[in-house]
C-alpha cells in the first residue's frame, strides 16, 4: 500500500539572539517521522503563510521522495518562504524513504563521490564583537578547533553606494588573515552590499592580504550581470574565486548565472533550492560548465546533515560551510548519527535515512508555528 502525507507540522527553535531555526516534521500513514528544515532569517511568518498553503494540499498525498514538488506545486517558484517549504517537505520525504528500505541518504543519492566531506568554518555568526580582535579571537578558536579554512562577512552596515564601512571590513578581514597566517584559506562574504565601483575597491584592498573567494558582491539582478562578469575576470586576475547564488531556486534561478559564466561557484541551499534531486540537477549543470559547487549552509543541523549527504553525491562539489560555534544548541538538540568535524572535515551519517532527528524533550518546549493535525504545543 503506498504510504502517504499524514501531517506536516512546522516548528521554530530559537538558536541565538540573532537566529530562530525552522524545522519540519512529517509523519506518513505508516507512523514514521521524516524530518526538513526551512530556515529563513527573520521571515517566520513567511513561512507559516506558505505551510498554512501548501500543507492541505499534500496532506493524504504519497510519501514518496520520487515526486517532483517543484512540478506539481508550480514549477519555478520566485517565492522563498514556499520555496523553503517545498524543499523541507521534499527532505523529509527522502528521510522517510531512507528509513521504511534502511538506506542511508547519501546511498539512496548514488554512488558517494567521498566518505569525509571537507568544511570550512563560517565564523561570523558566533562573532559578537564586530571588530578586528573580534574577528580574530573566532579564527584562532576555530583554527585551534581543526579548521583550515574560514568565511567572515565583515561589513556590516555597508551599503550599495556609499563606501561608510568598508574599511572597518578590510581591517577586520586583515585582522583574520594575520591570526590564521598566510596557508590557511579566507573567503569573504558581502551579502550584495556593494555597487561595482566599491565591489572593485574591496576586491583589491582584500587582494592584498590573500583571500580564496569574494562572495556575492552584489544584488543578484539582471542589471548587474555585466558587472558580475567584470567582477569576476577582476578576481580571477588576482587568483580569486567569485562565489554567489546562494538564495536562488530551481535549476532555472541558477541557469543565467551558468550560462553568462558569472560566478566560479555556486552555492546552492537545500533550503531553498527546491529539493534534492534539483540540488543535483543544479550541481550537474553547473559541473557541465566547468563551476563548483560550495552548498550554502548556515543554519540548524537537520539542514547540515541533508547537506554532508549532498557533499559525498553532488557532481562538482567543492567544500561545504559550516555554522561554527553559533550555539551549542546545534548539537544538543540533534538526535541520532549527526557527525562533530574533525580537522576540518566531517564523515557522512551512516544510519538508514537522514540519519539525525530532533530531540523529544527539546521539541516539548519549542514553539509550534502551525501545525496539521497535531495540537498545538506550548511556545518556549
Same mark, same amino acid.
Given at each position: 500500500m503506498?504510504?502517504t502525507?499524514?501531517? #506536516?507540522?512546522?516548528?521554530e527553535? &530559537? ?40 500543507? !492541505? =494540499?499534500?496532506?493524504? =498525498? ?26 523541507? %517537505? ?9 528509513? @521504511?528500505?534502511?538506506?542511508? *541518504? ?9 566518505s ?27 583554527m585551534?578547533?581543526?579548521?583550515g =579554512?574560514?568565511? #567572515?562577512?565583515?561589513?556590516?552596515? $555597508?551599503?550599495p ?18 591570526? #590564521? ?6 573567503y $569573504? ?32 539582478r ?26 536562488? =531556486? ?11 559564466g558569472?560566478y ?26 566547468? %563551476?563548483?559547487?560550495?552548498? @550554502?549552509? !548556515?543554519?540548524?543541523?537537520i ?5 554532508? @549527504? ?17 550555539? !551549542?544548541?546545534?548539537?544538543? #538538540?540533534?538526535?541520532?548519527? *549527526? ?7 566531517? &564523515? ?5 535515512g537522514?540519519? %539525525?532527528?530532533?530531540? !523529544? ?12 493535525? @497535531? ?6
Amino acid at each position: 500500500m503506498t504510504r502517504t502525507i499524514a501531517d #506536516i507540522d512546522l516548528l521554530e527553535y &530559537r538558536a541565538s539572539e540573532k537566529t530562530v531555526w525552522v524545522f519540519l516534521r512529517v509523519a506518513d500513514s505508516a507512523g514514521a517521522v521524516g524530518w526538513g528544515e526551512a530556515t529563513l532569517a527573520g521571515q517566520e511568518t513567511q513561512l507559516a503563510t506558505a505551510h498554512a498553503k501548501l500543507e !492541505p =494540499t499534500l496532506r493524504g =498525498t504519497a510519501a514518496d521522495s520520487r515526486r517532483n514538488l517543484l512540478t506539481e506545486l508550480g514549477a519555478a517558484i520566485s517565492d522563498r518562504a514556499i520555496a523553503a517549504i517545498v524543499s523541507a %517537505v521534499d527532505q523529509a520525504l527522502w528521510d522517510l524513504d531512507g528509513q @521504511h528500505s534502511g538506506s542511508a *541518504l547519501h546511498v539512496m543519492l548514488g554512488a558517494s563521490a567521498r566518505s569525509q566531506v571537507p568544511l570550512y568554518a563560517n565564523i561570523n555568526r558566533r562573532t559578537l564583537a564586530r571588530t578586528p580582535e573580534g574577528f580574530a579571537a573566532s579564527a584562532q578558536k576555530a583554527m585551534a578547533d581543526g579548521f583550515g =579554512t574560514f568565511k #567572515i562577512a565583515p561589513f556590516d552596515g $555597508v551599503s550599495p553606494g556609499s563606501a561608510a564601512g568598508i574599511a572597518h571590513g578590510i581591517a577586520c578581514a586583515t585582522a583574520v588573515r594575520d591570526a #590564521i597566517g598566510p596557508a590557511r584559506a579566507l573567503y $569573504v562574504d558581502c551579502h550584495w552590499r556593494f555597487d561595482e565601483t566599491n565591489a572593485v575597491d574591496a576586491l583589491d584592498a582584500l587582494a592584498e592580504i590573500g583571500i580564496g573567494w569574494f562572495e556575492c558582491p552584489l544584488p543578484e539582478r539582471s542589471e548587474n550581470f555585466a558587472a558580475l562578469g567584470r567582477l569576476r575576470a577582476r578576481a580571477n586576475a588576482r587568483g580569486i574565486l567569485l562565489a554567489g547564488c546562494e538564495t536562488e =531556486t530551481a535549476l532555472a534561478g541558477f541557469m543565467p548565472y551558468i550560462e553568462r559564466g558569472l560566478y566560479d561557484v555556486l552555492m546552492p541551499d537545500v533550503k531553498y533550492a527546491g529539493g534534492l534531486a534539483e540540488m543535483a540537477r543544479i550541481s550537474d549543470c553547473a559541473a557541465r560548465h566547468g %563551476v563548483a559547487i560550495a552548498p @550554502h549552509n !548556515p543554519s540548524g543541523p537537520i539542514s547540515h546533515a541533508y547537506s554532508l @549527504h549532498l557533499g559525498a553525491t553532488l557532481a562538482g562539489f567543492s567544500t561545504l560551510e559550516h555554522q561554527y560555534d553559533e550555539t !551549542p544548541a546545534f548539537f544538543d #538538540i540533534a538526535t541520532g548519527d *549527526l557527525p562533530r568535524p574533525a580537522n576540518g572535515t566531517s &564523515r557522512l551519517p551512516g544510519t538508514a535515512g537522514l540519519g %539525525v532527528g530532533l530531540d !523529544p524533550d527539546v521539541l516539548a518546549n519549542i514553539g509550534t508555528i502551525a501545525s496539521g493535525t @497535531h495540537q498545538q504545543e506550548s511556545p518556549g
